[in-house]
């Protein structure tokens, strides 16, 4: 088979569609390398670069100008004689030949839809018209959990038959034992504190990064943070100076992902309380790095965190604080809930996932 991959977020996006497109190319040529993969996109950059050199996998350069990707890049795909066309971020090109070819469709989340007070009112509009557009076009859907499944459905109507759930793992760096060294030398690259609590993702008002940092006024606990700041790091920034927390919370930049990988290792604890996702990945690299998880009880991430994580309401951070303080003064329980929620997460490894694609796109044959 001939599969030809939209590689915009691929090429161009440092986290979340970015790591899910990488992950995706890189365990079906691991997998499955009788097979052609095609990454097609107007230039390549230095991610996944490892992956474009495998004999399985080649750029291709699509046609120039403008909205090309929406008008051209489909009909590029025809001309290699591709079997499969996926797009991994919930659109496809608008324009195909009449040559046959497959056409599936990766759709991550809705969450412009249940929240539309985090978009402008045209970026709304805009991914409305993308994903309902993308999922008419395709034969098949991809949804990365149940809960994008039920929205898909409720939202975009699309009947259940054309929907296919298929999980999504997390990169490579997660799975692997580092060294004391390598250990070491982020400890003291960072200056982290002997033991502290953890979070990572977008500093963004749905991520509720503020209701921890509450959960942890006036008690000993350090927090470390790792992601990209928005307009919401300011509220709370305002609300860690106003209560004298700067030397409780260390705010990380410039992590690769190895680091990061030791960092998740390093955590006494992993706190998630976000109010939606379509699937959660800082849960399951959490669960992998034998780190126990507290993350909220909506949407997916009961999905992703299995039943021996920790489960809060995220609206309440007097729940939040008082399950962070009973797992901070368990050490065993924190041992018994990692070790349980290891052997729940081996469901999201790549040969599985890898499987499940494939059967997909076979089926489609």
């Known amino acids: 088979m001939k599969i030809a991959f939209d590689a915009k977020r691929f090429f161009h996006n440092t986290s979340g569609l970015g790591n899910y497109s990488r992950d995706l ?20 950059s230095e991610r996944g670069k490892d992956i474009l050199e495998r004999p399985d996998v080649r750029f291709v350069e699509t046609s120039k100008g403008k909205f090309s990707r929406q008008f051209k890049m489909g009909k590029d795909a025809q ?3 591709a079997d499969i066309f996926h797009g991994l971020s919930g659109e496809l090109p608008l324009k195909w030949d009449k040559k046959p070819i497959r056409k599936v469709v990766t759709i991550h989340d809705l969450i412009f839809m249940r929240y539309p007070q985090y978009y402008s009112f045209f970026d709304r509009k805009i991914h409305l018209w993308k994903f309902k557009k993308a999922a008419e076009t395709a034969d098949k859907i ?20 054309k929907i296919e759930v298929i999980y999504q793992g997390c990169h490579k760096a997660f799975k692997e034992q580092q060294t004391d060294e390598q250990i070491l030398a982020v400890k003291e690259k960072f200056g982290l504190p002997q033991h502290f609590i953890l979070n990572v993702g977008t500093i ?8 921890i940092v509450k959960a942890i006024q006036g008690k000993e606990i350090p927090l470390v943070v790792v992601g990209r700041k928005t307009q919401y790091y300011k509220k709370v920034a305002d609300f860690i100076r106003k209560n004298k927390m700067e030397k409780q919370v260390y705010f990380l ?16 604890i ?5 109010f939606f996702e379509g699937f959660g990945i800082p849960v399951i690299e959490a669960l992998f790095s034998k780190t126990v998880t507290i993350t909220s009880n909506t949407s997916c991430l009961p999905e992703a965190g299995g039943k021996d994580s920790v489960y809060v309401d995220p609206g309440n951070y007097l729940d939040l604080k008082a399950k962070i303080q009973f797992l901070w003064d368990n050490e065993s329980e924190r041992k018994r809930r990692a070790e349980k929620s290891f052997e729940f997460v081996q469901k999201f490894n ?13 089926k489609l044959m």
């Open 79 to 81: 001309k290699q004689d």
């Open 204 to 211: 963004e008002d749905r991520k509720n990064l503020l209701s």
């Open 350 to 362: 790549d040969e599985p996932i890898a499987a499940q694609l494939m059967d997909l796109y076979k």
């Open 270 to 274: 992993f706190v998630y309380p976000s």
């Open 142 to 161: 991809i949804a990365i959990s149940e809960q994008t499944k039920r929205d898909i459905i409720h939202y975009l109507k699309v009947p259940e038959t």
């Open 25 to 44: 190319v890189r365990i079906l040529s691991q997998y499955y390398p009788e097979n052609e993969y095609l990454l097609l996109n107007k230039n390549t």
């Open 253 to 268: 930049e410039g992590v690769s992902m190895d680091e990061l990988a030791i960092i998740y290792k390093l955590a006494d």
